[in-house]
């Protein structure tokens, strides 16, 4: 770990600020709070992704139009997002209106005014979202899966909430919600600029400083673990959607990289890892086809989608059962892994170029484990991974009794 990579800070509030030094003339910075839609209770689905859209309306001292000029009129880049975990606001700017971001980031976290006018608007907005998204198949089919998968538990919940849940969202809930999940210990405001850290340092205590202290524990339960199956659901589609998958490793699990490694050979980026290659390219089956691992804090998702013609999914289902089984039945060989592994690490370090997904990411891992592995640390844990490894992941991830298979079926 290169000391030189990054610096902390911890306010006397618990806000921590995460520097990493960059000397271009733009700069990066994201406000990440540990609190997402798992965090909410029963028939408030949908809250946390309200409040996201609401921290941008009023507070005491702007009205909307001010909050969204404050950035816009200095041609900055503002915007916000919700995950099952944790909410984040970002904002690219040029180096020199840091101070503006930082002023207006603390504004709409903490000084937000929730006008019932607002609400009311925004409340169509979503309702309007959801809808639309309740019309694209391939992103619906997500979430239909990680319900079943979670049956029961908040992380199986959809982010956007329900139709119901939203139109019953109050500002009581709003207050309740920002008071129990917002500890201030499990906030990262972070940057990646030109700066000397010691004056972006004196910048956040002025600015994030005064901010009061919340030490309130938030209770996340483990989802409990549910039986496999297959689900098919009747649709006025005119493609098969399929979904197939099951748990996978949280993100702290010594076997993430191992995963990770798999999921990039067989559905990763590009156009040459395998279920591409024998379902698109050698049967000319799927037009879309890709697998994915995403790790939360205590438990993960791995799933395989693909997107065929209704008279094609039976075979394209076997084709990918076929891959699955080879994983799980052989060691990779020598070469393989080696390029594998080669391939991997090059998308990560292609990946990096991409400034704001890498702050936003070293914060969040500051958030999670309260440490921040270097490029290099990633690399040698992606290397030191073995064929041994890749079996046994192979075995436990993708056994078939553990998972659930979902179609979505044209009527």
Do not use: W
Not at 74 to 94: M, P
């Amino acid at each position: 770990m290169h000391m030189t990579d990054h610096q902390i800070h911890t306010l006397p509030n618990g806000i921590r600020i995460l520097f990493k030094y960059s000397p271009s003339p733009i700069t990066h910075c994201c406000f990440i709070v540990n609190a997402g839609s798992r965090d909410e209770l029963p028939k408030q689905e949908g809250l946390a992704h309200f409040i996201e859209h609401m921290l941008f309306k009023e507070t005491e001292r702007r009205n909307t139009p001010q909050i969204l000029n404050r950035l816009e009129l200095v041609g900055a880049d503002l915007n916000a997002y919700t995950t099952k975990e944790y909410t984040c606001i970002h904002a690219s700017l040029l180096k020199q209106h840091l101070e503006r971001a930082v002023d207006l980031f603390e504004d709409i976290l903490f000084h937000s005014t929730f006008p019932e006018e607002e609400m009311e608007k925004e409340r169509g907005v979503i309702l309007d979202e959801i809808s639309s998204y309740l019309d694209q198949p391939e992103e619906a089919i997500q979430d239909d899966f990680e319900e079943y998968l979670f049956a029961g538990h908040p992380i199986g919940q959809n982010i956007l909430g329900t139709p119901e849940s939203v139109a019953a969202i109050n500002r009581h809930h709003i207050s309740a919600f920002m008071q129990t999940n917002n500890n201030t210990h499990q906030m990262v405001f972070a940057v990646y600029g030109d700066y000397e850290f010691g004056k972006l340092i004196k910048l956040c205590e002025k600015y994030f400083g005064l901010v009061p202290e919340n030490t309130n524990q938030k209770h996340r339960i483990v989802p409990p673990i549910t039986p496999g199956g297959q689900h098919v659901v009747q649709k006025p589609i005119s493609q098969t959607h399929c979904i197939l998958g099951g748990r996978a490793y949280p993100s702290a699990h010594a076997n993430k990289y191992g995963l990770l490694l798999l999921n990039n050979l067989l559905g990763g980026m590009g156009m040459s890892n395998r279920l591409n290659l024998e379902i698109r390219e050698k049967h000319g089956i799927a037009y879309t086809i890709e697998s994915n691992y995403t790790s939360l804090t205590d438990t993960g998702i791995f799933s395989i989608y693909f997107g065929t013609d209704a008279g094609k999914a039976e075979k394209a289902l076997k084709l990918v059962h076929k891959e699955l089984k080879k994983l799980r039945d052989n060691k990779i060989g020598t070469v393989q892994l080696k390029q594998a592994k080669e391939k991997f690490i090059g998308q990560i370090a292609l990946a990096e170029e991409s400034r704001m997904s890498l702050i936003i990411s070293m914060a969040k891992s500051l958030l999670d484990f309260n440490h921040i592995d270097s490029l290099e640390d990633i690399f040698f844990k992606i290397n030191a991974v073995s064929a041994e490894d890749l079996l046994e992941i192979s075995n436990e991830i993708f056994d078939n009794d553990r998972m659930i298979t979902l179609l979505f079926e044209p009527k």
